[in-house]
């Protein structure tokens, strides 16, 4: 097989593989720590409006303020209204032509990221406490009745289509002004609906698309932002701010990769390759890279190779919540620097360009290893269940292993599918450059839990079994391969996740136990369940804990394993069993995670989980997404925005708002002030 139509099948595996999640298919600073002492003295609230201006107020600005913010972004703004408005045929709104537009690309991560009344996860576009949603028709299935009316559910009023900084700016000084909510969407990728707020002001930057190449070896390849300069005849490219003086450790020789806020994965990943280099990143191809992905942390494929997303910045640009334009790194504005590196997005500033270190492009060899086992009677004493269970316990066994090996990559777990199957699918990924092993050493790691299962469950001539182990010539294959979007969004799921420390795969008891939680999980979750294992921690996402100093969450360089459980309801599901499935998330398949991160003895999670994937209704999420950096990220959440005109939950800060983020509840705030 050749390497095009091996790393073909791989990512067609890859991307099969997340429609299954992602479908609704499923049943019912500097380089020193900020001073976290200092979290002790909480500065007070310095805004007397303890609420947001709604559009029922007679604060709401006039229909000559929105005629003046137009004019100032140059006819950027936008009224919002949900996509399949256009699909209710006793609607003034109807319109065919384009509906069958959204019929077609409904489930299109491109073409959401580029609709203005859509979220790539329509989960989080409906109203709960109003009962308000906007289904699309055709998607509506029996026994659920067809909706008859579209409303505006979740979504923001209007939208500012921003062109440039000045467009962000001028919409954050109209924001300040008028006191109204505020809501930020790149290309609407959040598992936690963090882009969407009803009744706000979205701002978009999804538009915002530049890329700049900045190589220190070449003349002039400064780029946009910091400077470059010359140290013994080598090019030294420094962010801002810093020098060979006061900042030695922050010099970069390698090329660089400055993005705006709206670049997209897929278009750093062409022009990376474009330059024969890697960049880390994540495995959907329309995520924007400089948005909530770097800011959450944004883990990748190739983390135990090179680390976290947020590892890989070196700079920032992002404009502050009065609107001001300025850049954060090691020597400029550290603090925000840090905040903004694994603090989350939509809360500290508005970034704009994000500078990105790149690495070699060497081979990577890539293994794929599957296996079905149906559920039908057999005269075995061993269920095939019993042996599917047994099976998992396997693979969690050789998995500290493959971290050694600085393998990345993913493993889905896929419990009662129709017509009565479990599936086992891993997909791992070994750069090989002069530290990492040969495709021979790797094939001789697998053997021990190949020829096992072989002997449970069948030969590769079965049809039950399948394996690939190939070299691809270069890092860089993986993700342009995959394409520019991917399909199955659009979907109705919820998720939760954990990050489990190495010592959790250690022992049989540990495996045990792992084993059993994802049992019940499986249970729990019915028909058509899927629990994802992310091989994307370990090797340099640890190391780098010891010279990286970031808002990341702490337990990232302890873990392995990012492990994430699903569920989820059919469109036009009424809103109480919806509620219903967000239950079992938050207070039974969580819990059983969480059963593998508290230790006994003193009651309290160990680890705990990552806040771009995880339930929304965590408890202690707090702890669960930052764990000891929460003090100082709320300090600091306060000092860049004391008015609150960055809100989003579950976000550092929101616990003193109510749940819409309308008004504040400074007796929600208290417990997290001392």
């Not at 500012?160 to 924001?175: E, G, N, Y």
């Not at 342009?480 to 795969?505: K, P, V, W, Y």
């Amino acid at each position: 097989m050749s390497a095009q139509t091996q790393i073909s099948t791989t990512i067609s595996l890859l991307l099969l593989t997340l429609l299954l999640l992602l479908s609704n298919s499923n049943s019912p600073a500097s380089s020193s720590s900020p001073n976290l002492a200092s979290a002790l003295s909480i500065p007070p609230f310095t805004n007397t409006t303890q609420c947001k201006c709604l559009p029922s107020q007679p604060c709401w600005p006039a229909p000559s303020d929105w005629a003046a913010l137009n004019h100032s972004t140059n006819g950027a703004l936008l009224d919002v209204r949900p996509i399949a408005a256009a699909c209710y045929v006793d609607s003034e709104e109807y319109d065919a032509e384009r509906c069958a537009e959204v019929e077609t690309f409904f489930g299109n991560s491109s073409w959401r990221g580029g609709e203005v009344g859509a979220v790539q996860h329509t989960t989080w576009e409906p109203h709960p406490p109003t009962h308000e949603a906007c289904y699309l028709p055709s998607h509506v299935l029996s026994p659920n009745p067809p909706p008859k009316t579209c409303q505006q559910g979740s979504l923001p009023l209007y939208a500012i289509r921003a062109q440039s900084v000045q467009d962000i700016q001028a919409t954050l000084r109209f924001v300040n002004t008028h006191n109204i909510p505020l809501s930020i969407k790149n290309s609407g990728h959040d598992f936690l609906g963090r882009a969407t707020r009803r009744d706000s002001l979205m701002l978009w930057t999804h538009f915002l698309d530049g890329i700049v190449v900045i190589d220190p070896m070449k003349e002039g390849g400064g780029g946009d932002g910091g400077n470059s300069t010359t140290s013994r005849g080598q090019g030294i490219w420094y962010p801002e701010g810093c020098d060979a003086s006061n900042g030695k450790e922050f010099g970069e020789e390698e090329v660089l990769i400055q993005v705006e806020a709206g670049v997209e994965l897929h278009a750093l990943y062409a022009k990376a390759a474009e330059l024969d280099r890697s960049v880390v990143g994540g495995s959907s191809p329309t995520v924007g890279a400089a948005g909530g992905y770097i800011q959450g942390g944004g883990h990748s494929l190739l983390g135990p190779w090179k680390g976290m997303g947020s590892d890989n910045v070196v700079e920032l640009e992002a404009v502050s919540a009065e609107g001001k334009l300025l850049t954060a790194s090691p020597c400029t504005n550290p603090e925000l620097f840090w905040a903004l590196r694994g603090g989350g997005g939509g809360t500290f500033a508005v970034v704009t360009k994000a500078t990105l270190r790149t690495h070699p492009n060497p081979p990577v060899v890539v293994y794929n290893f599957n296996v079905t086992v149906p559920l039908m009677t057999t005269n075995s004493t061993t269920t095939p269940t019993t042996k599917f269970w047994t099976l998992i316990e396997k693979w969690h066994s050789i998995t500290p292993g493959l971290n050694d090996l600085n393998g990345g990559g993913y493993y889905f777990i896929l419990t009662d599918v129709p017509p009565g199957i479990h599936m086992f699918i891993a997909i791992v990924h070994f750069p090989v450059d002069e530290n990492q092993p040969s495709e021979e050493a790797i094939a001789e790691y697998f053997l021990p839990f190949e020829t096992w299962v072989y002997q449970e469950f069948g030969t590769l001539q079965s049809g039950l079994v399948a394996r690939d182990l190939t070299t691809l010539p270069k890092v860089s294959f993986l993700f342009t391969a995959m394409g520019t979007f991917e399909n199955g969004l659009g979907g109705t799921n919820i998720l939760g996740s954990r990050l489990l420390a190495r010592d959790a795969f250690l022992g049989e008891d540990g495996l045990r136990k792992m084993t059993s939680a994802f049992r019940d999980i499986s249970e729990i979750g019915g028909p058509f369940n899927v629990i994802l294992g992310h091989i994307v921690a370990g090797g340099a996402v640890s190391a780098n804990g010891a010279h990286i100093s970031s808002a990341l969450n702490p337990a990232w360089r302890k873990a392995l394993v990012h492990l994430v459980v699903t569920h989820g309801w059919q469109p036009g599901d009424p809103f109480e069993r919806q509620q219903e499935v967000k239950d079992i998330m938050t207070h039974k398949m969580v819990p059983k995670l969480k059963e593998l991160d508290y230790d006994a003895a003193s009651g309290m999670q160990t680890m705990g989980s990552y806040m771009n994937e995880a339930d929304k209704e965590e408890e202690e999420w707090q702890e669960s997404f930052w764990g000891e950096n929460y003090a100082e990220l709320r300090r600091l959440k306060i000092v860049w925005d004391p008015k609150g005109v960055f809100w989003c939950r579950p976000c550092v800060g929101s616990e003193g708002w109510d749940r819409e983020g309308v008004c504040r509840v400074p007796e929600l705030f208290k417990r997290y002030r001392n």
